[in-house]
C-alpha cells in the first residue's frame, strides 16, 4: 500500500472515531428533571363547612353550616409561601349566648394575609387579618349589632393537583368585641368567639 493510501486510510479512521460518538450523543434521548410544583399565581376558589360557638365540637348543638368563595395571590419564595387573600362566608346562624338571650352569626366577609412552607405539592398554611360578622338577633333578644369588625387567626393544609386544582382544609378562629345587643334585661355588650372548620377547592391560574 502506497504512503499516500496510508494516510488517507489512518484520517479516515481517525474521523470515525471522533465523529461516531458524537453523533451517538446527538441521536441520544435527552432527559430533564421535571419542573418543581409552583404555588405563585391568582386564585379562586369555593368553600364550606361548619361555624360554631364552642371547642373541641364542631358538630354540637347551635353550630351553623357554612359556605362561601374566596380568591387570592401566592408568590412561592423556595420553599416558602407569602399570600393575601379575601373570601365572603353565609354562616348559617351559628348561635351565641349573650345577655338575656342569643344572637346568630349570618354572614362573614374577611381580608388575610398567609405565610407558608411548601413541601412540594403540599403546603401548610397560617394566616391572619380582619372578619367582618353579620349578627341578627335570637331567642329573647330584641336586637343586635348588624356588622361588626373583628380579627382572625387560622391555619391549614392545602394539597395541589394538576390542572391548577387544589384541595385545603382551614380551621378559623374570629374574636369579634363589642357586640352590643338589647333583651329584656337590657342592653349588653359582648365581645363573641367564632369558630369555621372548612374545605375548599381553589383553582390557580
Known amino acids: 500500500m502506497s504512503p499516500k493510501a496510508m494516510i488517507l486510510l489512518t484520517a479516515n479512521a481517525l474521523a470515525v472515531c471522533l ?10 434521548p435527552t432527559y430533564n428533571d421535571p419542573p418543581a410544583f409552583q404555588w ?4 379562586v376558589g369555593v368553600h364550606g363547612g361548619t361555624a360554631f360557638t364552642g371547642m373541641p365540637n364542631p358538630f354540637a348543638g ?3 353550616l357554612s359556605g362561601g368563595i374566596q380568591a387570592g395571590y401566592n408568590q412561592q419564595v423556595g420553599p416558602g409561601v407569602l399570600g ?3 373570601e365572603g362566608s353565609y354562616l ?5 349566648d349573650v345577655q338575656g338571650g342569643r344572637i346568630k352569626e349570618k354572614w362573614r366577609g374577611a381580608a388575610k394575609a398567609k ?7 403540599t ?8 372578619a367582618l360578622t353579620k349578627f341578627d338577633k ?3 333578644v330584641s336586637s343586635a349589632d348588624g356588622w361588626k369588625l373583628g380579627y382572625l387567626v387560622g391555619a391549614g393544609i392545602e394539597q395541589g393537583f394538576a390542572g391548577g386544582l387544589s384541595a385545603k382544609v382551614e380551621y378559623d378562629y374570629v374574636r369579634t368585641p363589642g357586640v352590643e345587643t338589647t333583651s329584656t334585661l337590657g342592653k349588653s355588650k359582648e365581645t363573641i368567639g367564632s369558630h369555621e372548620l372548612k374545605a375548599g377547592i381553589n383553582y390557580r391560574f
Open 115 to 121: 405565610a407558608g412552607l411548601s413541601f412540594d405539592q
Open 138 to 140: 335570637g331567642d329573647n
Open 62 to 64: 347551635r353550630n351553623g
Open 123 to 130: 403546603l401548610l398554611f397560617g394566616t391572619g387579618g380582619v
Open 84 to 86: 393575601a387573600e379575601i
Open 92 to 96: 348559617g346562624g351559628a348561635e351565641h
Open 19 to 28: 465523529v461516531g460518538p458524537a453523533m451517538a450523543a446527538d441521536l441520544s
Open 40 to 43: 405563585s399565581g391568582a386564585y
